[in-house]
């Protein structure tokens, strides 16, 4: 299978006798040495990732790029982020650190620091693989999602809302995880679904404590934070659910302290522009999809999914111990919807 790179001056990759991974809905070849938790299967690749030593494509960098990100905002003295163009590949270039070469049927990695390979991985699995999704149509949000009564209810990303703690409350009652950080979405007819990520969660050591009893012996997710790599499943946290799920409810999150605000789980509507707009926002890469011209698929695709989909705020009192009653504040308003 072809990697895409052949057209824009590149090398086709071979993916036969790689391994296969379930991805976002997708089937990832990969020989990778994947830190994270990733379900193991078989069949033809849809996309494939792989590492390599020399960049496939050269000369792009003195193009205009079609995105990048303001060193201002990046508290950088240039941007931290630029995406270009050349063929039909797009590079997604993370200053200093690395290069990814996205085109529909595969994602070339080209590490600028050895020393960074750790983020390669986290990368890919996150930025690299949104745009690559955005580019097939699929918009991913920032996202944790379980599957309650064979439907996808969904946490959206908000400062501080605790999307993760959320997840992880309900996996506890024996809901199964969706995804964790990127919610790829998909059309089927009039169905809108949410694709599986993989079998794996991000908590800090506060957090996998709570749930999973122990921290110590989980995986640093960074080296300079001590966020830890919590694997669903065996040996973990909960269950997973692999297959895409149709959609009940997003959950636009807010977490406050009870001795303010009190003890009160507050569960309500969004008007039809702030549903929008929390949908807009909470995009995993908005600028960069922007910047490529996508987002009038966006909007019309995400006006067309709140016509079938609700956006609630969820206002609930942070602290482990109110969990139990924001468990039963979201179940009851899952069933009056």
């Not at 090398?11 to 379930?22: D, K």
């Not at 297959?243 to 302290?257: G, H, K, S």
């Not at 949908?279 to 996508?294: C, D, K, N, R």
Request: aromatic fraction near 10%; charge should be negative.
């Amino acid at each position: 299978m072809r990697d895409g790179l052949q057209a824009a001056g590149g090398t086709p990759s071979v993916s036969e006798g790689l391994p296969v991974y379930s991805l976002y809905g997708f089937k990832l070849g990969s020989d990778f040495p994947f830190a994270n938790r990733l379900a193991e299967t078989t069949g033809e690749p849809d996309l494939t990732f792989r590492l390599v030593s020399a960049p496939p494509i050269v000369g792009w960098e003195e193009d205009t790029p079609a995105y990048a990100s303001s060193p201002e905002l990046d508290g950088a003295e240039e941007s931290v982020l630029r995406v270009y163009r050349s063929g039909d590949c797009h590079i997604l270039r993370i200053t200093g650190v690395v290069d990814y070469y996205i085109t529909p049927g595969g994602i070339v990695c080209h590490l600028l620091d050895p020393a960074y390979e750790y983020l390669a991985e986290i990368h890919f699995l996150g930025i690299a693989s949104s745009l690559w999704l955005e580019l097939r149509g699929l918009p991913a949000l920032h996202a944790s999602t379980v599957v309650i009564e064979d439907r996808a209810v969904v946490f959206l990303s908000t400062n501080k809302g605790g999307k993760s703690t959320l997840a992880a409350m309900l996996m506890q009652a024996g809901y199964p995880l969706l995804t964790d950080d990127i919610l790829p979405l998909e059309r089927r007819g009039e169905t809108f679904l949410g694709r599986p990520g993989y079998p794996q969660m991000r908590m800090w050591p506060d957090q996998a404590s709570h749930f999973l009893g122990r921290y110590e012996d989980l995986g640093v997710v960074h080296p300079a934070y001590s966020k830890r790599r919590v694997p669903v499943g065996e040996d973990g946290l909960g269950t997973f659910h692999s297959e895409a799920a149709p959609l009940a409810c997003f959950y636009l999150p807010q977490r406050r302290a009870p001795a303010e605000w009190g003890e009160a789980v507050e569960v309500g509507p969004l008007s039809r522009m702030e549903a929008l707009m929390s949908l807009v926002g909470q995009s995993f890469v908005p600028y960069t999809v922007e910047a490529l011209g996508l987002q009038p698929h966006r909007l019309a695709f995400f006006a067309q999914l709140l016509s079938q989909v609700p956006v609630r705020r969820l206002v609930y009192p942070e602290g482990y111990a109110h969990l139990p009653q924001v468990r039963r504040g979201i179940l009851g308003d899952l069933a009056r919807l």
